[in-house]
């Protein structure tokens, strides 16, 4: 509980700055990216160069080729913490059903043979569910739907297990395998929607901020059925 103030004291310092800076302004993340603060709330990156400070105090831009040149445009933008750039809403409750996103991960494989290699590569995203009574529930990969902040679909191969059960004050968890993935920059979060009717009367959507991803490259993609 001791720390509740100085949280409350950074909350109310980032939306009172957040507030005060015009729309659509650019801003510097803690990564040291641009970031472009547009009207309806939301943000984007500009490109994937990133602001360096030399120890002599030059502002350094250094650019996605590898390149660097030297910069001094930004000096008035406003620094936006990080966690101010989060898009999860990875948990919710529904329909007497808590909801948690828990896990998202971006498996990759690359296979060789005499002349060329081939990648491939899916999102294998896992959801924990409880709720205070018991229930079944038959689960169809056409239900679901699992999309990123550019609006590229990515059709769900599998949603395990297909029949669901649900004991009181047990968690139970489901597994999505999603075919392809994205671009690794660009991208801010994966958004998973589930129809009405499959978990209680209302449909349910949840966010994954790409910064809470996993990316891995493995030997063999995760199958259904393991």
Known sequence: MKGRPATVVFVALLSMTILHVSAEQTVLGDDGREVKLLKDGSWEYLSDDRFATTTDGRRIRLKSDGTWSESSDERTWIAIPAEALQHSRDVVTEGGFEVDLSEVRIESVRTKNKKNSRLRSQIVATLEISSATAGRFALDPS????TDSRGRSYPLVAVEPGDFSLTPGVTGTITMIGDGSPRWWGIKFFR???DA???GPASIELTKSMSEITKLD???LTQPGT
């Open 197 to 199: 009717g499959v978990l």
């Open 143 to 146: 239900a679901f739907s699992l």
């Open 218 to 220: 493995v030997e063999v």
């Open 192 to 194: 998973l929607q589930i």
